[in-house]
């Protein structure tokens, strides 16, 4: 019993950080993911903000909570709007931020392993090319 309630302390812990999770170095502000069911996709939008002296380049970003995830751009074609894939990742310059946000790059989980509502929190790695991979829990928020 003791243990089951030091792992709700943590559970409490991460969930209380999860908005402004923080290396000093990198920092990752208002992270959510919005809603969806099982086997469809769902987004994840936030702030990274690179406090370094040098640009920071994000590869990849994983969850278990999708099948897989992709770095997205929405562009628009002709009035269109269309998702294309960033497989090279973006770059947060120097002393400054990159916004994930809707309509513009976001993070895409792509066939949700099970359905995500309101109130529910994944975990999702962030990989870097020069930083240690950083971990975080986001909430699940309507955007
Ligand atoms: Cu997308």
Redesign the pocket.
């Known amino acids: 019993m003791k243990r089951q309630g030091a792992v709700g302390f943590l559970l409490l812990l991460l969930w209380a950080c999860s908005s402004s999770d923080s290396t000093g170095e990198l920092e990752f502000r208002n992270f959510r993911a919005t809603p969806g069911k099982e086997g469809f ?1 769902a ?1 994840l939008y936030g702030v990274i903000e690179n406090n370094t002296d040098f640009p920071e380049t994000l590869r990849t970003v994983t969850s278990p909570a999708a099948k897989v995830t ?1 770095i ?1 751009r ?1 562009v628009h074609t002709d009035g269109i709007a269309m ?1 294309q894939p960033v497989p090279e990742g973006v770059v947060i310059p120097p002393h400054s931020t990159f916004s994930f946000r809707p309509g513009d790059y ?1 993070i ?1 989980l792509i066939q949700l392993r099970r359905s995500l509502s309101v109130g529910d929190s994944i975990e999702v790695a962030f990989s870097f090319a020069r930083k240690p991979s950083q971990y975080i829990v986001v909430s699940v928020k309507r955007r």
Do not use: G, P, V, Y
């Open positions: 996709n987004a992709e997205h929405t998702m976001h895409m």
